[in-house]
């Protein structure tokens, strides 16, 4: 089974050697790695060189963005980049970061979950952060069901049927409830445990804060699925000012009539969708 991978690099010098050589231990091995430099003023950019110069699969693509690490829309357009430069002869295609660590057998595992379900839509393990005493713990704040933005793997049927990923925040979210209109599945794996070598957001910038809200106006969510959606974020980070500014980003986006990710009839079925797990959980 033949894949891609495209890596989203920003000033990455302390990890991304060990998220390339991870790469390079797989045991099914990827048929080209695409390592997009964006913007780095480090030394990411000699590593790459390094990396690139030994294996001829890989292959590095500077870009020149903001220097500001914005969630969503910098590391989409820094993947689409990369993307562009590919073919379609692929089974599956890889959006990784540039500071992860993936047990060996990966992305045979993956291949393995992909072969055995032909409804496999996006696939991904479980991210595992050290804590102050050096223990790697699991940190997966949202629903089990959910594939983690940093290591999302996306069969080439789905991709095409999602039209790739949208140039917003929460990309990673739409990408999985668009998968689901289109008849796909979300498949995770527990058995897959990866190291995530930065903690989550611990790099996204202030001006970020309202995004989030953003991002659900944008996926038609509605003001009540919102509201509990925002809700549930600050309950699970425990940090009130997440609800505040979650809602405040959602009725900044109404108030300026910003562009929906999603066409009217896949908001129905989004909307749909998340009533039917709220009252799951409840019931």
Not at 38 to 58: A, G, H, P, Q, W
Not at 146 to 165: D, P, Q
Not at 259 to 281: D, M, T, Y
């Amino acid at each position: 089974m033949n894949y891609y991978i495209v890596i989203c690099a920003h000033n990455e010098e302390s990890y991304i050697a060990d998220t390339l050589n991870a790469v390079l231990s797989q045991t099914l091995q990827p048929k080209r790695v695409l390592v997009v430099n964006d913007n780095s003023t480090d030394k990411t950019e000699i590593i790459i060189d390094e990396f690139v110069s030994l294996n001829n699969y890989i292959i590095k693509v500077n870009r020149s963005s903001s220097t500001l690490h914005m969630p969503g829309a910098k590391v989409v357009e820094a993947f689409n980049e990369g993307f562009a430069l590919l073919d379609d002869q692929y089974d599956f295609i890889v959006k990784l970061d540039a500071d992860i660590i993936l047990p060996e057998n990966y992305f045979e595992k993956i291949s393995e979950l992909i072969i055995s379900d032909p409804k496999a839509g996006i696939l991904g393990g479980f991210a595992y952060e050290q804590d102050t005493k050096g223990i790697w713990k699991l940190n997966h704040p949202m629903n089990k069901d959910h594939v983690r933005g940093a290591f999302k793997s996306y069969t080439k049927e789905c991709f095409n049927a999602i039209g790739g990923l949208k140039n917003s925040i929460g990309w990673d979210t739409v990408d999985e409830l668009l998968a689901q209109y289109n008849d796909f599945k979300v498949i995770t794996d527990d058995s897959l445990k990866i190291k995530h070598l930065r903690p989550l957001g611990a790099s996204y910038n202030k001006q970020a804060r309202y995004l989030q809200g953003e991002a659900m106006y944008r996926m038609r969510y509605g003001y009540w699925i919102s509201l509990i959606a925002s809700l549930k974020i600050a309950l699970k980070r425990k940090k009130t000012i997440l609800f505040i500014d979650t809602i405040k980003g959602y009725n900044k986006a109404k108030k300026k009539n910003l562009p929906f990710l999603v066409s009217q009839k896949e908001g129905e079925f989004i909307r749909k969708l998340r009533w039917q797990n709220i009252f799951k959980k409840l019931f």
